[in-house]
């Protein structure tokens, strides 16, 4: 009777060691919480948009006028983000009151039409599993316009428009400077709405420099919204 007392007692203990680290397991592993998942990010990102356009210089602007673009940036976890940018699109300016000085009358009205490209860095606020991210900009670029009257033709072929020591150019180089903020839909697609101002190294987008009332080069505003894929 003793005997089968003492093989009863350490059956129960066998089992009871045998079941113990299997419950130390199961407690261990709902309290440890699961690793986040690292965001699979694609190395490039193509993005296509719309924007509204309107300059600064010599002439009152009337209403934006809209223009296209398209990018491609690289991706990754970084907060630098290099890219590349295309774009075209015009503005229309006029300013009637523009008086006539040095006995030549300069244009009261120009409609550019524009074409740039320019490489630019974004640097983001935060991290890559946010979905959205703040960012400010920066790059340098070219920039071709030609600047036509209220008929439509070009005022780079009216000279008598001009001081008689001016000399036009049509293309000049830009620096573009922006903030804006991107939203991600999904992994392979992103919303982006950006502010940004192209500093030309030039004074006539508008065909007016030493006749003009403003001092100083001329820029390019642009408000734009556009819409990123991402490359597998």
Not at 55 to 60: E, M, T
Not at 171 to 194: M, V
């Amino acid at each position: 009777m003793c005997t089968c007392s003492a093989l009863f007692t350490i059956a129960v203990g066998l089992t009871w060691l045998c079941v113990q680290p299997v419950g130390l397991y199961a407690q261990e592993t709902e309290s440890t919480p699961p690793a986040r998942k690292p965001l699979h990010v694609p190395p490039f990102s193509v993005g296509v948009g719309l924007a509204a356009s309107w300059y600064s210089g010599d002439l009152r602007t009337n209403s934006p006028y809209p223009s296209l673009h398209a990018a491609v940036w690289v991706q990754g976890r970084k907060r630098v983000q290099p890219g590349f940018q295309l774009g075209f699109g015009a503005f229309a300016a006029e300013d009637r009151s523009l008086p006539m000085q040095q006995g030549i009358q300069p244009n009261t009205f120009v409609k550019t039409n524009f074409w740039y490209g320019d490489l630019r860095l974004r640097i983001r606020f935060r991290k890559e599993h946010n979905r959205i991210r703040p960012y400010v900009c920066f790059g340098i670029g070219i920039l071709s316009f030609i600047p036509t009257d209220s008929e439509g033709n070009p005022l780079s072929t009216q000279p008598e428009t001009r001081g008689t020591t001016e000399s036009y150019v049509g293309s000049t180089a830009y620096i573009p400077l922006g903030a804006g903020a991107t939203y991600r839909f999904s992994q392979l697609l992103t919303f982006s709405l950006e502010l940004n101002r192209m500093f030309a190294f030039t004074p006539y987008l508008d065909n007016i420099n030493e006749l003009g009332r403003a001092r100083g080069n001329d820029a390019i505003n642009n408000l734009q919204a556009a819409v990123h894929f991402r490359l597998r």
